[in-house]
């Protein structure tokens, strides 16, 4: 993780004294952040992520703290932030914005079992139950109204014609009028955090937006319901029933679930794509886009009777205690 802001103990002693924590025993630095510097801060009775927000307006880190109390005020498992006694819920530290949020225990699975698959969906399901509020936007923040940023780019790759030909693909098969929802948009692997077999929170919410619920579907099947081949189907179809117990898709969104599935890939390979080759070219990381584009072309070959077969009830016994 490249270190933005490197803060000695006494400027982080000061930042959590604003947001009314006990003293600190412990600080380390946390690694994995594509765009923000965070720590682990210890008290003597509990742990907190101090983060500061690198690549990140004001207004936007206010905005995701708000969403984080208003999910957790809602029942979802997500990050909980600190709140300073006075003043607003996020603080400038050098004209960076800082955020305080309680530790999640727990890791990143390797991949998900069969209980983990249904607690997910029970969790996305929850999600899509809950009222967008007005401030997300309407637009995924790397969906396919952003890929002209890179088709238009100047750049001699034959990636732009791919992710041209893809997006002429998705213009022809998402309808107009989908439900909408409040989305998370980047649900894999890592930004789930279980213990064991129990799902303790779905993390990083800075791409929430009222868009197509399907897309998170998509995105859940991408990012976590995948094989050495491509899909595991035997995951996906877990994942969707479970879900479909809680909420009933239209017809017409299970017609285009493959679509949705295809444009998960698409989208994230497109944000490897723009971020390592436009934003910060990084010449180690120009790669870094190619196993989702490979995944994109994988799903888009497979027939798309395997998608709407996933809403079939199973009437094995083995399936009978999948939503255990």
Not at 15 to 31: C, H, Q
Not at 67 to 91: C, E, F
Not at 173 to 179: E, F
Request: aromatic share 10%.
């Amino acid at each position: 993780m490249a270190l933005y802001n490197c803060l000695d103990r006494s400027e982080v002693e000061g930042l959590t004294r604003r947001f009314g924590i006990g003293d600190i025993t412990d600080i380390s630095v946390i690694d994995g952040g594509h765009e923000n510097t965070s720590y682990c801060v210890e008290t003597s009775s509990e742990r907190y992520v101090l983060t500061i927000c690198d690549q990140q307006s004001l207004d936007e880190v206010t905005k995701l703290a708000n969403l984080l109390v208003y999910l957790t005020d809602h029942g979802i498992r997500t990050s909980r932030v600190v709140v300073p006694p006075k003043g607003a819920i996020v603080i400038l530290h050098d004209e960076k914005p800082v955020i305080l949020k309680h530790y999640i225990d727990g890791d990143i699975a390797a991949e998900f079992t069969g209980k983990l698959l249904v607690q997910l969906a029970e969790e996305m399901a929850r999600l899509h139950k809950i009222s967008a509020p007005s401030y997300l936007p309407r637009s995924f923040s790397y969906g396919r109204s952003f890929f002209s940023e890179v088709i238009n780019s100047n750049l001699d790759h034959a990636y732009i014609d791919w992710l041209s030909e893809k997006k002429r693909y998705l213009q022809q098969r998402i309808p107009q009028h989908l439900p909408l929802a409040l989305v998370h948009g980047d649900v894999f692997l890592d930004n789930v955090i279980v213990q064991g077999d129990q799902l303790n929170a779905i993390i990083d919410f800075e791409q929430a937006c009222d868009y197509y619920r399907c897309f998170d579907l998509g995105t859940v099947i991408v990012g976590v319901c995948r094989d050495r081949k491509g899909i595991s189907f035997e995951k996906a179809g877990r994942f969707i029933r479970r879900y479909q117990k809680e909420i009933t898709l239209q017809s017409i969104e299970k017609e285009t679930l493959k679509t949705f599935a295809v444009y998960a890939a698409v989208a994230a390979s497109f944000w490897h794509f723009r971020q390592h080759h436009l934003r910060r070219p990084e010449p180690r990381l120009y790669d870094n886009h190619v196993e989702m584009q490979i995944l994109a072309d994988i799903i888009s070959k497979y027939p798309d009777s395997s998608f709407t077969e996933l809403f079939e009830e199973k009437t094995t016994a083995a399936a009978s205690g999948e939503d255990t």
